[in-house]
Nanobody, 120 residues
Framework: VQLQASGGGLVQHGGSLRLSCVAT????????MAWYRQVPGKQREVIAA???????NYADSVRGRFTILRDNTENWVQLQMNSLNSEDTGVYYC???????????????WGQGTQVTVSS
């Protein structure tokens, strides 16, 4: 099982970006999916999460600006980021709890980080 993230880059203050992450490989179920952000000197923090039923949750710092989406058929999760500011600069990681088969509980998988840089 692999998570492949894409969509990072350089954007101006106030701009928008959309991050994508797709799960590939052999598995039977994806439970929760999420996006994390890490900035230098700080721990990785969850900023948006979505359950397999579509319930979402956001960190206070991004609520109202970011939207997490998922497709349970195509096995992807996206993060639409609007009104970006310098504090959103960091490396973004997608995360998913995935069951490889029916006999095993879901375990966490991580995508490779994708850099988002917001210029002032």
């Amino acid at each position: 099982v692999q998570l492949q993230a894409s969509g990072g880059g350089l954007v101006q203050h106030g701009g928008s970006l959309r991050l994508s992450c797709v799960a590939t490989g052999n598995f039977v179920k994806i439970v929760n999916m999420a996006w994390y952000r890490q900035v230098p000197g700080k721990q990785r923090e969850v900023i948006a999460a979505i359950t397999d039923r579509g319930t979402t949750n956001y960190a206070d710092s991004v609520r109202g600006r970011f939207t997490i989406l998922r497709d349970n058929t195509e096995n992807w999760v996206q993060l639409q980021m609007n009104s970006l500011n310098s504090e959103d600069t960091g490396v973004y990681y997608c995360n998913a709890y995935i069951s490889a088969d029916a006999a095993h509980y879901p375990i966490p998988y991580w995508g490779q980080g994708t850099q988002v840089t917001v210029s002032s």
